[in-house]
């Protein structure tokens, strides 16, 4: 807030007081400018707007974290696995260059998490009826000619 000269106060906290300030705000209807990163369960449970910021440079983090004025920079996530799968797992080794899992395909994940009670006994479920309502993602994942493993809502047992 400091750096963007908008004369706010600028509040740090642990995750869990902060979260909750932000579900008591968003209850209350009370407006809240706040950095937080995808994918993350808030965005199942209320409708957030991203306020676009400049894009990251090295300079506008050359003043350290607190006088900042540009966006965060992107974090790539890589997929590592044993230089031995390939010959010892062909199956999983093919599953794992096609598995492409989006922030949004996160965030639909734990809304249906969310929307069962966020409770701990319900990641199961929640990942069911992920598997279950997204074929399309997943069934790209599959390694060539792997049969559909999953019975599909409409299957009988």
């Not at 963007?4 to 600028?10: A, E, H, K, M, S």
């Not at 706040?34 to 199942?44: E, G, N, Q, S, T």
């Not at 957030?48 to 003043?63: G, I, K, S």
């Not at 607190?66 to 797992?89: F, G, H, M, Q, R």
């Amino acid at each position: 807030a400091n750096s963007t000269q908008l004369g706010w106060t600028v509040e740090y906290n642990s995750h869990d007081p902060w979260l909750q300030g932000i579900q008591d705000t968003v209850s209350n209807n009370d407006p809240l400018l706040f950095y937080i990163w995808a994918p993350h369960l808030i965005f199942a449970e209320f409708d957030l707007v991203r306020v676009q910021l400049p894009p990251w440079t090295e300079e506008c983090y050359a003043d350290g974290d607190l006088a900042v004025d540009c966006d965060y920079p992107v974090a790539d996530l890589y997929k590592v696995i044993s230089t031995t799968l390939e010959t010892n797992a062909p199956g999983a080794f093919e599953f794992l260059l096609n598995f492409n899992y989006t922030n949004d395909d996160q965030i639909n994940a734990l809304t249906e998490y969310f929307n069962l009670g966020a409770t701990p006994d319900q990641f199961d479920q929640a990942a069911c009826n992920w598997v279950l309502n997204n074929e399309p993602i997943w069934s790209k994942w599959l390694p060539t000619g792997a049969i559909d493993p999953v019975p599909t809502s409409s299957s009988s047992t």
